[in-house]
Antibody
Framework: QVQLHESGPGLVKPSETLSLFCAVSGDFIYDKYWSWIRQPPGKRLEWIGHIYSSGTTAYNPSLKSRVTISVDTSKNQFSLKVTSLTAADTAVYYC??????????WGQGTLVTVSS | DVQMTQSPSTLSASVGDRVTITCRASQNIVGWLAWYQQKPGKAPKVLIYKASTLETGVPSRFSGSGSGTEFTLTISSLQPDDFATYYCQQYYSFRTFGQGTKVEI
C-alpha cells in the first residue's frame, strides 16, 4: 500500500524559508514523478511543481522563482523549499505521486502558517 | 496558463439525485483531465482520469465525459458518502485545478 507522509514546521516567519519533506513507503521513488500541491484555507488546490527520480524538475511558473524540489533516492523521499515567505503562502501542503500525470496517491497534508 | 472553471460552485441535492458538474478549460486540453473528491480535512481522492476512465475501486455511479474544453462529472444516484467538494484538474500543460464544486444537502 503506497503511503506518503509530509513533515516540517507548522509555523514559519515572514521572509523565512520553508522546508518540507515527503517520505514514501510501499513504493520505490524510482521511475516516477512526485509532486507538491498546496491549498490555502478555503481556496482551490495549486500545483507547486514536481520532480522525477532522476532529479528533473518542473515548477508552476507563478512560483518558480521561489521554489526548489529535490529528491533523495537513498531515503525514498523528496523535499520542498519555498523562500521569501509571506502570509499568502499559508496553506495545507500535500505531497503526491503522479500516475500518468494525474495524482493517484496523496499524503495527509500538513498545515503551514506564515506569521510573526 | 490553462485556466479551469467549474460550475456550479455550490450544488444542493438529495440522496438519489442525478448530479452533473461542469468543468471548462481556457484552451483545448484534449482529454487530459482528472476529477477528484475532497472531504473536509482530508486529501483529495482521484475518481476519474483521462476525462472518462474510472479509477480502480471508485463506484460506477461516477462517470466522466467530454473533450477539448468542456467536461462533465456525473453522479448517477447521489449517496450519503458523496457529499463533498469536487475538483477538476488538467494535465495538458503543467497542472491546474478548478475552483471546486461543493455538493451539499
Amino acid at each position: 500500500q503506497v503511503q506518503l507522509h509530509e513533515s516540517g514546521p507548522g509555523l514559519v516567519k515572514p521572509s523565512e524559508t520553508l522546508s518540507l519533506f515527503c517520505a514514501v513507503s510501499g513504493d520505490f521513488i524510482y521511475d516516477k514523478y512526485w509532486s507538491w500541491i498546496r491549498q490555502p484555507p478555503g481556496k482551490r488546490l495549486e500545483w507547486i511543481g514536481h520532480i522525477y527520480s532522476s532529479g528533473t524538475t518542473a515548477y508552476n511558473p507563478s512560483l518558480k522563482s521561489r521554489v526548489t524540489i529535490s529528491v533523495d533516492t537513498s531515503k525514498n523521499q523528496f523535499s520542498l523549499k519555498v523562500t521569501s515567505l509571506t502570509a499568502a503562502d499559508t496553506a495545507v501542503y500535500y505531497c503526491a505521486r503522479e500516475a500518468d500525470e494525474y495524482f493517484d496517491h496523496w499524503g495527509q497534508g500538513t498545515l503551514v502558517t506564515v506569521s510573526s | 496558463d490553462v485556466q479551469m472553471t467549474q460550475s456550479p460552485s455550490t450544488l444542493s441535492a438529495s440522496v438519489g439525485d442525478r448530479v452533473t458538474i461542469t468543468c471548462r478549460a481556457s484552451q483545448n486540453i484534449v482529454g487530459w483531465l482528472a476529477w477528484y473528491q475532497q472531504k473536509p480535512g482530508k486529501a483529495p481522492k482521484v475518481l476519474i482520469y483521462k476525462a472518462s476512465t474510472l479509477e480502480t475501486g471508485v463506484p460506477s455511479r461516477f462517470s466522466g465525459s467530454g473533450s477539448g474544453t468542456e467536461f462533465t462529472l456525473t453522479i448517477s444516484s447521489l449517496q450519503p458518502d458523496d457529499f463533498a467538494t469536487y475538483y477538476c484538474q488538467q494535465y495538458y500543460s503543467f497542472r491546474t485545478f478548478g475552483q471546486g464544486t461543493k455538493v451539499e444537502i
